[in-house]
């Protein structure tokens, strides 16, 4: 599958648009997603190939059977729509599958997206490694996803702007502290005194901190939804 593009429209944009069937919104859609589903299909005991099975049919299902039209961003939060929805279908899914075995067939429903994602077990295991519970997988890998598009979004930004290389330098001092030897030598390979990296330092977090903030605003339906939001994140980050 091709590499994430930038995120232009919130997410509850995307849902709409993908309700009246636009494929450019269906596929950022659908990978925006895609990974924190996964998470939930593998914990819940599907092999690799079922697990991508169910989240392309879940997709589709989405779709074929309209279950977004009734969907909007006065229905609350878009992560807990989308677990609880397919929490719903997982557990009709093995019906279906034991009645489809019995039968001697198998259905597939897809999308027509090519939705796999490359080394997806590798990066599960590396966003939810200590946790066999299918909800909280995904709360995991929905935070961990979450970060990393901000992270992509705020690397497009400072390069759009001519500062790519202040921020490969200081990327890393965004979940930790730089020690000052830290400091001095990347002050010194971007031509700045340490009090200047320093406060490019600072800005830089207050830029991803106000990305992130953006990013869960467009997936509630309301400001004073936000922290709350926030805080479930900041919940998942921590295991």
Known sequence: MSAPQPFHTTRWSLVLAARDAQRPALEELCRAYWL?????????G?????AED????????????????????????????????LRHFVANWRDRERAEKRGGGRVRSSTGLDLDLPGADARLAQMA?????PERAYEQVW?????RAC???????????????????LKDGLQGTLGEGQVAERAERLGLTAGAL?????????RFRDKVRERIAATVESEADVDDELAALLRALAG
Do not use: I, M
Not at 69 to 76: D, I, S, Y
């Open 36 to 44: 924190p589903l996964y998470a939930y299909a593998r914990r819940s």
């Open 46 to 50: 599907f092999e690799s190939h079922e």
């Open 54 to 85: 169910v989240v392309q049919a879940f997709f589709a299902r989405l779709l074929e059977k309209r279950d977004l039209a009734a969907v909007g961003p006065e229905k609350g939060r878009f992560r807990s729509f989308l677990l609880v929805a």
């Open 129 to 133: 490694p200590a946790t066999d519970d």
């Open 143 to 147: 935070a961990r996803e979450l970060l």
């Open 151 to 169: 992270l992509e979004d705020l690397g497009r930004e400072y390069a759009g702007s001519g500062r790519g290389a202040v921020f490969d330098e």
């Open 198 to 206: 320093k406060v490019a330092l600072h800005r830089l977090r207050t």
